[in-house]
């Protein structure tokens, strides 16, 4: 089974700064998807940003990129010029490429990071 | 707006109380899958339909059970609910693959 790791509980930033989120995940497969998705106050899950594990160039938006270390089987989060309304959880997400009945294909989530953006 | 929709939004209830909760996938969409989102769980998925059939389980509890409709819209039933019921339930759908999957607002159960 795959896991996903988040090892900051809580990050803090000040607003206009850069700010890295850690994941790692841990599976036998060689083909999945990697999300983040974004937990604003209002609950909401919002996608953040997808990454295709076949893909070695590193998925952009906007201001949010990602490092894409598939070897050693990371994946964070940068966001840059940090603004207020970034301040949310932050789930990091797997998701396997071999569903259609070989079992679940939904999303494996990690535990979360909690955002703080300091004015 | 994801395009899937969730009732209720809000649900208070009692111990031993049965509720049931409602989702409409996206369109087009025929995989939905449960998730609860507790303080101390994080996001644990449910179980999963596609196309009518369920396609697995993961931590759901046997008081709790689920089905898909022809309409492809689908419910959650939980039953002789616990005070440790209390949580965020989200449903999401996606196409079969790829991709990602699109979340509902959430139903939030209180048990009291």
């Known amino acids: 089974a795959q896991t996903v790791t988040q090892s900051q509980p809580e990050m803090s930033v000040q607003e206009a700064e850069t700010v890295t989120l850690s994941c790692t995940y841990d599976t036998s497969e060689s083909d999945y998807y990697l999300f983040w998705y974004k937990q604003p106050p209002s609950r909401q899950m919002i996608l953040v940003i997808r990454q295709e594990a076949y893909k070695q160039q590193n998925a952009t938006e906007n201001r949010f990129s990602v490092n894409f270390q598939k070897a050693a089987k990371s994946f964070s989060l940068k966001i840059s010029d940090s603004q207020l309304g970034d301040a949310a959880m932050y789930f990091c997400?797997?998701?396997?490429?071999?569903?259609?009945?070989?079992?679940?294909?939904?999303?494996?989530f990690g535990k979360g990071t909690h955002l703080i953006i300091q004015p | 707006d994801s395009g899937v929709t969730q009732t209720p939004k809000h649900l208070i209830t009692a111990t031993g109380q049965r509720v049931t909760l409602r989702c409409s996938p996206r369109s087009g969409d025929l995989s939905v899958y449960w998730y609860q989102q507790s303080l101390d769980q994080g996001l644990q998925f449910l179980i999963q339909y596609y196309n009518g059939e369920e396609r697995a389980k993961g931590n759901i509890l046997e008081r709790f059970s689920a089905q898909q409709f022809p309409d492809l819209h689908s419910e959650l039933n939980l039953s002789s609910l616990e005070l440790g019921d209390s949580a965020l339930y989200f449903c999401?759908?996606?196409?079969?693959?790829?991709?990602?999957?699109?979340f509902g607002e959430g139903s939030r159960l209180t048990v009291l």
């Open positions: 999401a759908s996606s196409v079969d693959l790829p991709g990602e999957l699109f």
């Open positions: 997400a797997y998701r396997s490429a071999y569903g259609g009945g070989r079992g679940a294909d939904g999303l494996t």
